[in-house]
C-alpha cells in the first residue's frame, strides 16, 4: 500500500509504487536503518529512475517520517519514533516485512485491546436497533468456516469490526477504524496457515453481537476483550 502524493504524474505513479515500497520495506525491516544515508543519485542508480521520480519518493518518505533530507548530508534514514505509524503504508510494509511483522502485530493488537473492548462496551449501550440487527447478523455468517471463500469471510470480520466501533458512537474510534483493522487483514495474510480471520473466536463474536443486541454493556466489553486474547494466542 502506497501513499497518494500531488504532484505524481500518471506516468510516473506506478514506478513511484514500485521504489517506495521497496525502499519502505528496507526502512522498517532495518535493511536500511536509522542513521544510514543515501543521496538522489543512489536511487537513480539503483532503480534506473529519473531524478525527479527520486525525489518524488525521497519526498513521500520524507512525508511518512521515514527520512530526513538536507543538500550536505543528503537522505537520512530516521528511527521509528519519527515515523507516521499509523499510516497504512507503514502498516502494511511492517505486517509485510518478516523482521518487523511480530512488532507490528503486537503494537496493533495492544492498540485494540485498550480500545475495541470500550468502543464495544458503548456500542451496548448506543448502538441503533439497525447496527445491531447488522452486528448480530455478520457474527452469525462468522459460524460457517472458511473453505474456499477465505476473501469473503474477511470482509465479513472486517465489516463486524468496523460495525461494532461506529456503533460505539465515539467518531475518533470510527476513524481509527482503517488502521485497528490491519490487524485482522495482516493476521489473515501472514498469520495462521488455514489464513482464518476469526481462528477459534467465532462463537465468540457471536456471543459479543448478542450481549451488544440486549445492551450488556459490561458483558460486551468482557467478551471483545476475550477475542483479542485468543486471537493473540493463536496468532501463529
Known sequence: MTPSFDGMTDSSAPLLSTVLDALGTDIVSGTLAAGDRFTLT??????????TVAREAMRALEHLGMVSSSRRVGITVLP?????????????WRLGSEKSRDSQRTSLNDLRLAIEPVAA?????????????????????????????????????????AMVLHAS?????????????SMVRGRSLYGSRKRNPTAGTAQLHLDLAEAIHRGDSPEAEKIARAILIEARANKD
Open 169 to 181: 458512537g465515539n467518531e475518533m474510534f470510527t476513524a481509527l477504524s482503517p488502521y485497528l483493522l
Open 80 to 92: 521509528i519514533s519519527e515515523w507516521a505509524v499509523y499510516d497504512p503504508a507503514i502498516i502494511s
Open 121 to 161: 462496551g458503548l456500542a451496548a449501550q448506543h448502538a441503533s436497533p439497525e447496527d445491531k440487527e447488522e452486528i448480530l447478523e455478520l457474527a452469525h455468517r462468522l459460524q460457517v468456516t472458511p473453505t474456499r471463500r477465505v476473501g469473503e469471510h474477511l470482509a465479513t470480520d472486517l465489516r463486524f469490526h
Open 42 to 51: 543512489d536511487l537513480c542508480s539503483r532503480f534506473g529512475i529519473s531524478r
